[in-house]
C-alpha cells in the first residue's frame, strides 16, 4: 500500500517551494515514464502520475494558492489564472483516467496533457512560486511545506475538476479522498491497475 502514501521522493524537502519545485520535476519524469512504457507498464506509470498529479494540485489549492493571494502582488489574479489552468488540466486527466491507457487516443492525449501540465507548472514557478519566495520568510515557508505535506496525505488520488478552490476542497474533498482511496485499494487487490 505504499502507493497510497504522499511521495517519499520528497518528504524531506521542508521548503515549500523546494517541494513543488521537486515535485514539479517527479512529475516530468513521469511523464516521461508513462510515454516510453511498454503498453503492459504503462498502465501503472499513469496510474502514479495521476495521484502525483491529483494529490499535488490538490495540496497547492488548499494550501498555497490561498497564502500566495494574500501574500503576493496580484496575488488574486495570479491564482486565479493557476485555477484556471488546473481546471483545463484536471478536465483532460479525469478523462484519461476513465479511459485508461487502453485508449486508442491515449498517446495523443497524453502529449496535451504533458503541454498543459508543463505550462501550468512553468506559471507557478514564474508567477506565484518567486513571488511567494521573495514575500515569505524561511519560517511560513517551512509551515506551509508541513501544511502541504498534510493535505497531501489526505487528498482525493483521482482528478475531481470544480474543486479548485480551498473551500470547496474542504467540504468534498475529504468524501471523495476516501472514496478514491476505497476504489484504489479495491482496484489493487482486484488486481486492476487503475
Known amino acids: 500500500m505504499a502507493d497510497q502514501q504522499p511521495m517519499p521522493e520528497t518528504m524531506d524537502q521542508d521548503d515549500v517551494i523546494d517541494l513543488l519545485l521537486a515535485q514539479h520535476a517527479l512529475i516530468r519524469d513521469l511523464f516521461d515514464e508513462v510515454e516510453q512504457a511498454s503498453d503492459k507498464q504503462r498502465a501503472e506509470a499513469f496510474t502514479r502520475l495521476v495521484r502525483l498529479l491529483a494529490v499535488h494540485e ?37 478523462e484519461m483516467d476513465e479511459k485508461g491507457p487502453e485508449a486508442a487516443d491515449f498517446l495523443e492525449k497524453l502529449t496535451l496533457l504533458r503541454g498543459a501540465v508543463t505550462a501550468h507548472a512553468r506559471s507557478e514557478e514564474r508567477y506565484e512560486f518567486m513571488q511567494l ?16 505535506k498534510a493535505a497531501e496525505a489526505m487528498a482525493p488520488t483521482h482528478p475531481h475538476p470544480g474543486t479548485e478552490s480551498a473551500t470547496k476542497n474542504m467540504l468534498v474533498g475529504t468524501p471523495v479522498a476516501m472514496m478514491d482511496r476505497a476504489r484504489d485499494v479495491i482496484r489493487q487487490a482486484m488486481g486492476k491497475a487503475r
Open 58 to 94: 490538490t495540496a497547492e489549492e488548499e494550501v498555497v494558492h490561498p497564502y500566495a493571494r494574500r501574500k503576493i502582488d496580484g496575488g488574486e489574479g495570479v491564482v486565479e489564472d493557476r485555477l484556471a489552468e488546473e481546471n483545463q488540466a484536471k478536465q483532460l486527466l479525469m
Open 133 to 148: 519566495r521573495a514575500h515569505t520568510s524561511p519560517a511560513e515557508r517551512k509551515t506551509l511545506a508541513v501544511g502541504v
